[in-house]
C-alpha cells in the first residue's frame, strides 16, 4: 500500500474520493497472493494489482460502486469460460477481493508513520459492508479476544489471511517493518546495489570506516545512513533482526570479519559475503578459528548473489539483490 506513496498523497491532497481493493484469500494458482492491493480513484484511475490484469476492469467497476455507495463489498472470482480475460481467472486460480473506501485519513496517517519509524503493525478489517479497521502494534495490548495468538502467528511468518472467531471474520494485513540492506564496506557495487535497493523498497545503511570509501564513492542514490565507523561500534544499535539483508563487500577480512562475527550470531534474514570460492574458504577458516559452528558459517552466502554470470559491478549487483529477494519472498 505504501509503494505507490507519492502518487497516492497527490491523489489524497487533491480530495478524490478512493477505494481500496485488497486479495484477501487465494484458491490455486492465484496469479496475487492474499495482501495484493489495488487502489481505484473515483475517475477509475488504479495503483497497484490484484491480480495482474484478468479481473482488474471488473474490480474497477465495483470499486467504484463503493465510492458511490460508501459500503465495502466481497467478491469472489474464479475460472471463468472464453471471457476469463475479462472477468475470471484464466490461470485456474481464484480469488476473494474486499473493497471498501480508502483508509480513514488518522489510520492512513498511523501506517505511514509507523513505516517511517521501521515499526511493525497489524492491519484487522472487519470482512462486512462496514469494513472497519483497527492497527495493532505486535508487541502491544488492544487485539480483540481471542485473535491474538493467530495474529501473531501470521504476522511472525509475513503471511496475510483471514482470521475468524465467534463468526466474525477480519482480514489481517501484515505491515512489518520495512526490508533493511546493511551493507559493509563502500565501492561501486555498493553504489548500484544502493539504487536497485532503493527501487525494490529497502531501507539502505552503509558502514565504512575507510573515510575515502565511504566519502568520496559516488552515489547516484544515497544511502539512507552512512556510518563512518567499524562495523562492531555500529551494528549493535540497529538490533540486526529478521527484517534485515546483510551484505559483506568491503574485501577487507579486518573489516568483514568483524561484521560477521556479529551478524552470524543475529536473526538476520541473509548474510552474504562477496569474494571467490578462494577468498571464501579463508574465510571459513578465520570464523572456524574464531569459534563459530559449521551450521553458523554456512548461513553465509558466498560466492554472494545469485549466478547470472555477473561481470560488471551493475550485473554484480543485480546478482545480489536478486538473491536477497528470493530470500526475503521465500
Given at each position: 500500500m505504501v509503494d505507490h506513496i507519492e502518487q497516492l498523497e497527490n491523489w489524497l491532497a487533491s480530495s478524490k474520493s478512493l477505494a481500496i481493493a485488497r486479495v484477501v484469500k487465494t484458491w490455486r494458482s492465484s496469479p496475487r497472493p492474499a495482501g495484493s492491493a489495488l487502489i481505484v480513484s473515483e475517475d477509475g484511475e488504479m495503483m497497484g494489482s490484484v491480480s495482474g490484469g484478468c479481473v482488474e476492469n471488473a474490480v474497477v467497476a465495483q470499486a467504484l460502486k463503493v465510492i458511490e455507495s460508501g459500503k465495502s463489498i466481497l467478491v469472489d472470482y474464479g475460472v471463468a469460460n472464453e471471457d476469463a480475460w475479462e472477468v475470471g481467472l484464466s490461470c485456474g486460480g481464484a480469488l476473494s477481493v474486499f473493497i471498501q473506501p480508502f483508509f480513514e485519513k488518522d489510520l492512513w496517517l498511523d501506517i505511514l508513520e509507523a513505516d517511517k519509524a521501521q515499526e511493525g503493525r497489524i492491519l484487522l478489517t472487519s470482512l462486512?459492508?462496514?469494513?472497519?479497521?483497527?492497527?495493532?502494534?505486535?508487541?502491544?495490548?488492544?487485539?480483540?479476544?481471542g485473535f491474538k495468538d493467530q495474529c501473531l502467528k501470521l504476522y511472525n511468518t509475513r503471511q496475510h489471511g483471514i482470521l475468524e472467531v465467534g463468526g466474525t471474520q477480519f482480514f489481517q494485513h501484515s505491515l512489518p517493518a520495512k526490508p533493511r540492506m546493511i551493507m559493509i564496506g563502500s565501492a561501486h557495487i555498493s553504489s548500484e546495489l544502493t539504487g536497485l535497493a532503493h527501487q525494490y523498497g529497502?531501507?539502505?545503511?552503509?558502514?565504512?570506516?575507510?573515510?575515502?570509501?565511504?566519502?568520496?564513492?559516488?552515489?547516484?542514490s544515497k544511502p539512507g545512513a552512512v556510518h563512518v565507523n567499524w562495523p562492531q561500534e555500529v551494528l549493535p544499535d540497529y538490533q540486526v533482526g529478521k527484517d534485515d539483508y546483510i551484505v559483506i563487500l568491503s574485501h577487507d577480512p579486518k573489516i568483514d570479519d568483524e561484521a560477521l562475527k556479529l551478524v552470524l550470531k543475529s536473526d538476520a534474514a541473509y548474510i552474504g559475503a562477496l569474494g571467490s570460492r578462494k577468498t571464501h574458504a579463508k574465510r571459513v577458516a578465520r570464523l572456524q578459528g574464531f569459534g563459530f559452528t559449521?551450521?553458523?558459517?554456512?548461513r553465509i552466502d558466498a560466492p554472494i548473489g545469485m549466478d547470472i554470470a555477473a561481470n560488471s559491478a551493475a550485473e554484480i549487483a543485480l546478482s545480489i539483490l536478486s538473491q536477497?529477494?528470493?530470500?526475503?519472498?521465500?
Open positions: 462486512d459492508t462496514d469494513g472497519s479497521n483497527q492497527l495493532l502494534t505486535p508487541d502491544a495490548d488492544g487485539f480483540p479476544s529497502f531501507e539502505t545503511v552503509l558502514i565504512d570506516p575507510r573515510d575515502t570509501f565511504a566519502k568520496k564513492t559516488h552515489f547516484e559449521d551450521e553458523e558459517i554456512g536477497v529477494v528470493k530470500v526475503k519472498n521465500s
